[in-house]
């Protein structure tokens, strides 16, 4: 059975503190990695999308990278509006298209 | 390109209730999904739509539980004679069939069964 496990479950940062939140992730075949990030209340906001290891994608203060067992999304120097939960979710190949989320990581960066 | 809209966007039932809610998805969008979210835990998938056809269903979702699409169109998720378990936050998602794989989320219909 696909799984993702996130760690770790929350994160409190001075703002300007980088760090690295971890996705790892057993699948029978990947098809991609996803990263959203979900405010309280709200519905999760797509960030990345990794397709094979190795892979990186940028957004702003944001980095995501892609190995064969785990995903990583770097935040450089945050500031207190990337405060939010982050999830990872990976989609098997095949006909499923379901994304399995793991349970978040709560990030807080205060000022 | 408006996003995913959804209604109610809260719902307060009793128990043995039925509830419906609604999902737009984004225009063109062939595929529509629906998540369930419960407090400090990620989306839990329930069901797939490819246009009007319903391809996946999860075994979470039980017999209260029904989907459908219309015209592959908007979506319905009506849920029976519903228990205080049901009590969570309800998410709709749609993506392109243009390759791409990413799902985009609508804001979510919270339910609260007393």
């Known amino acids: 059975e696909d799984q993702v496990t996130q760690s770790p479950e929350a994160l409190r940062l001075q703002e300007g503190e980088s760090s690295s939140l971890n996705c790892s992730y057993t699948v029978s075949g990947l098809r991609g990695l996803f990263w959203y990030r979900q405010d309280p209340g709200k519905g999760p906001e797509f960030l990345f999308t990794l397709y094979s290891a190795g892979e990186e994608k940028e957004k702003e203060r944001l980095k995501a990278t892609l190995t064969k067992k785990e995903s990583f999304l770097h935040i450089t120097a945050p500031k207190p509006e990337d405060s939010a939960t982050y999830l990872c979710a990976v989609q098997a190949v095949g006909g499923a298209q379901k994304l399995v989320f793991g349970q978040g990581t709560r990030l807080t960066i205060n000022p | 390109d408006t996003g995913v809209s959804q209604n109610p966007r809260h719902k307060i039932t009793k128990r043995g209730q039925n509830v419906t809610f609604r999902c737009d998805p984004i225009?063109?969008?062939?595929?529509l999904y629906w998540y369930r979210q419960t407090l400090g835990q990620g989306p839990e998938f329930l069901t797939y739509?490819?246009?009007?056809?319903?391809?996946?269903k999860s075994r979470l979702l039980s017999d209260r539980f029904s989907a459908e699409r219309p015209k592959g169109s908007f979506s319905t998720l009506e849920i029976q004679r519903t228990e205080q378990g049901d009590s969570a936050m309800y998410l709709c998602?749609?993506?392109?069939?243009?390759?791409?794989?990413?799902?985009?989320f609508g804001p979510g219909t919270r339910l609260t069964v007393t």
């Open positions: 225009s063109e969008h062939n595929r």
């Open positions: 998602a749609s993506s392109s069939r243009d390759g791409s794989y990413e799902q985009y």
């Open positions: 739509f490819q246009n009007e056809a319903q391809l996946e």
